[in-house]
């Protein structure tokens, strides 16, 4: 089942069910179409970091905000793009609406080679 309010864009913290101990976390945005979310047991997902680096192609920078929930001046990197299990979603901690979603996009169909 779909966790509430997870849709493209979703910036989600995810955790690793199988380990043992204190689960990894990571922040990711969901990429996946909204169509299959609910039907699909994975998502696609652009991981986050606060490892910024310079590479403004695939490497999108992000600043926090109300909306997003990020902690911190962050990167999508869009480079690493991961499948993760629908179960591994531990929160939706915001989203990526307007000009961020729409630099996300453009980043992965430039890196993808989709246009």
């Known amino acids: 089942m ?6 493209r864009g979703s910036v989600v913290r995810l955790g690793n069910p199988i380990a043992s101990g204190d689960p990894q976390r990571l922040l990711a945005v969901v990429v996946q ?4 979310l609910a039907s699909h047991p994975s998502i696609c997902c652009c991981p986050i970091t606060s490892r910024l680096v310079a590479a403004p192609l695939f490497r999108l920078s992000l600043e926090p905000s109300l909306a997003n ?13 991961f499948t993760a299990a629908q179960q ?8 990526l609406e307007g000009q ?3 630099l996300l996009e453009r980043a992965l169909r430039q890196w993808l080679e989709l246009a």
Do not use: F, Y
């Not at 779909?2 to 849709?7: A, D, V």
């Open 33 to 36: 179409a909204d169509r299959w």
């Open 88 to 95: 591994q979603v531990r929160q939706v901690v915001g989203v």
């Open 100 to 102: 961020e979603l729409a």
């Open 2 to 7: 779909t966790p509430p309010l997870l849709r």
């Open 69 to 81: 929930g990020l902690p911190s001046s962050s990167q999508l990197m869009v480079d690493k793009l």
